[in-house]
């Protein structure tokens, strides 16, 4: 049986094994998106909302059937694939199609746009590295072993720092295109798998924006959600941003308190290196 004292040596491990398995899942989503035949370029060519509702008229379906026209990567030849979608698009609209599986793409199996930018404070691969570093930390706490604890706390410092301080800079760089969008109704939906609603009695709340591109209207279903009913209101507006670059919307972006986290982090990782550099002079 495990004494108490062994319980918490063990819990030690805990966040530095959620980290790395979070961030090995979302490596291995990265790579599956980026692999060859994976994913296909193409053009909306058509776009309907599908509403499906019960004899309570409780809404059991809601989504976007939107059909894709592009090069498949695999035989070279133009196909147009339909894909359910918690966003509208205008047709003429370019997107990414990626496979979901680790299958070539094809009609008959699940599959994704790719039009939003992900926001995340670190890649996948420094949250494995970061991950791993915790672990490490843990097991030197744990053989009481302080110099090399503290070696790993100070890359985590370091390392955490000097990922926000960048991110914050190259962002900075990037050409972002403000949109103003406005909030026109809130959908709430209760558990779902995919566009299938399972009755539960938790909901969640997404604002429903209009905003224009190109000249043209866009409806989005934002990705930005809350448990709450009353954190968005229709009428309110919100900014969207898009990298002129890569075309692709996001619903956030890094700030000035990003930055000035990272800074902090990057400073006490300096200072406590050079508090550790003086154990080994």
């Known amino acids: 049986m495990f004494d108490m004292l062994s319980l918490e040596k063990l819990f030690l491990y805990i966040p530095g094994i959620i980290i790395?398995?979070?961030?090995?899942?979302?490596?291995?989503?990265?790579?599956?998106?980026?692999?060859?035949?994976?994913?296909?370029?193409?053009?909306?060519?058509?776009?309907?909302?599908?509403?499906k509702k019960d004899q309570k008229d409780r809404k059991v379906y809601d989504y976007y059937l939107v059909t894709v026209e592009g090069v498949q990567p695999s035989t070279g030849k133009m196909q147009k694939i339909s894909v359910k979608s918690?966003?509208?698009?205008?047709?003429?609209?370019p997107v990414t199609l990626y496979a979901k599986s680790g299958s070539p793409l094809s009609s008959g199996q699940e599959m994704q746009i790719s039009d939003s930018e992900d926001f995340s404070l670190f890649q996948p691969w420094e949250m494995m590295i970061g991950g791993a570093f915790l672990i490490l930390l843990a097991f030197y706490q744990n053989r009481n072993d302080q110099v090399m604890a503290m070696i790993f706390l100070v890359?985590?410092?370091?390392?955490?720092?000097?990922?926000?301080?960048?991110?914050?800079i190259t962002a900075g760089k990037k050409e972002i295109r403000k949109l103003d969008a406005e909030v026109i109704e809130i959908y709430s939906r209760q558990l779902t798998k995919d566009s299938k609603i399972i009755k539960s009695g938790r909901s969640t709340y997404y604002p429903v924006v209009r905003y224009e591109q190109d000249g043209?209207?866009?409806?989005?279903?934002?990705?930005?959600?809350?448990?709450?009913?009353?954190?968005?209101?229709?009428?309110?507006?919100?900014?969207?941003?898009?990298?002129?670059?890569?075309?692709?919307?996001?619903?956030?972006?890094?700030?000035?308190?990003?930055?000035?986290?990272?800074?902090?982090?990057?400073?006490v990782g300096i200072v406590s290196g050079g508090s550790l550099l003086t154990v080994f002079l």
Do not use: W
Request: one cysteine or more; a positive charge; proline letters at 1%.
């Open 20 to 51: 790395f398995l979070v961030g090995s899942s979302q490596t291995r989503v990265l790579l599956g998106k980026k692999r060859s035949g994976k994913q296909m370029n193409g053009t909306v060519v058509s776009c309907k909302h599908i509403v």
């Open 216 to 267: 043209k209207e866009c409806i989005r279903r934002c990705h930005i959600n809350s448990s709450s009913e009353k954190t968005f209101q229709i009428g309110e507006h919100m900014t969207l941003y898009q990298d002129m670059d890569t075309m692709l919307i996001t619903e956030n972006r890094m700030n000035r308190a990003t930055f000035a986290v990272g800074f902090v982090l990057l400073i």
């Open 86 to 93: 918690p966003t509208q698009y205008m047709e003429g609209q």
């Open 155 to 168: 890359l985590l410092f370091l390392g955490a720092g000097l990922s926000l301080t960048i991110r914050y």
